[in-house]
T-cell receptor, first 111, second 113 residues
Framework: KQEVTQIPAALSVPEGENLVLNCSFT??????LQWFRQDPGKGLTSLLL?????REQTSGRLNASLDKSSGRSTLYIAASQPGDSATYLC??????????FGAGTTVTVRA | SQTIHQWPATLVQPVGSPLSLECTVE??????LYWYRQAAGRGLQLLFY??????ISSEVPQNLSASRPQDRQFILSSKKLLLSDSGFYLC????????????FGPGTRLTVL
């Protein structure tokens, strides 16, 4: 059974600092890995999707890397802003098209 | 464009009462549909998924059931709620057998008292 772990569980930084969020998974037989953002009491918004054959994806200030063989992904958010405050969830798509999620990292960016 | 709706947005129910949560998708045909539950401080847990009308797969044995009476409608039900059923319920859809992302609805906050 796929297990997804996210470290740290919570993170508080001053505005302008770079953020580093970590995700690890136990079974490397995946189709892709995704990072989602969740605001309090809301649904999930997809941020980045990395296919298993890719090493990284970038969107604006966000960059996500994938090392499938070691079961690790890292989400970098450059020059953080208060609007980046949210919970970030990592999820892997297994070969049976099911998503397994980590518990998330709750980020607070202080103005 | 595709949209996904869930209702109600919030629900407070007594223990032992029935439950019906509804999810509908617009703008796509024959989607895969999913029900997830998110408990406080925990990741999303896949409860049910469906690849077609009347086709339901259960991931976790529990007090809940799901049905798909129409192509773009997915319903989560219970005959008798338990305290442990409290949580945030999310519906999602994806293109069938695609490695593309899943698209999530706004969620339903269920509190069982």
């Amino acid at each position: 059974k796929q297990e997804v772990t996210q470290i740290p569980a919570a993170l508080s930084v001053p505005e302008g600092e770079n953020l580093v969020l970590n995700c690890s998974f136990t079974d490397s037989a995946i189709y892709n890995l995704q990072w989602f953002r969740q605001d309090p009491g809301k649904g999930l918004t997809s941020l980045l999707l990395i296919q298993s054959s890719q090493r990284e994806q970038t969107s604006g200030r966000l960059n996500a890397s994938l090392d499938k063989s070691s079961g690790r992904s890292t989400l970098y958010i450059a020059a953080s802003q208060p609007g980046d405050s949210a919970t970030y969830l990592c999820a892997v798509l297994d070969n049976d098209y099911k998503l397994s999620f980590g518990a998330g990292t709750t980020v607070t960016v202080r103005a | 464009s595709q949209t996904i709706h869930q209702w109600p947005a919030t629900l407070v129910q007594p223990v032992g009462s029935p439950l019906s949560l509804e999810c509908t998708v617009e703008g796509t045909s024959n989607p895969n549909l999913y029900w997830y539950r998110q408990a406080a401080g925990r990741g999303l847990q896949l409860l049910f998924y469906s690849v077609g009308i009347g086709q339901i797969s259960s991931e976790v044995p529990q007090n809940l059931s799901a049905s798909r009476p129409q192509d773009r409608q997915f319903i989560l039900s219970s005959k008798k709620l338990l305290l442990s059923d409290s949580g945030f319920y999310l519906c999602a859809w994806s293109v069938m057998e695609s490695t593309d992302t899943q698209y999530f609805g706004p969620g339903t906050r269920l509190t069982v008292l």
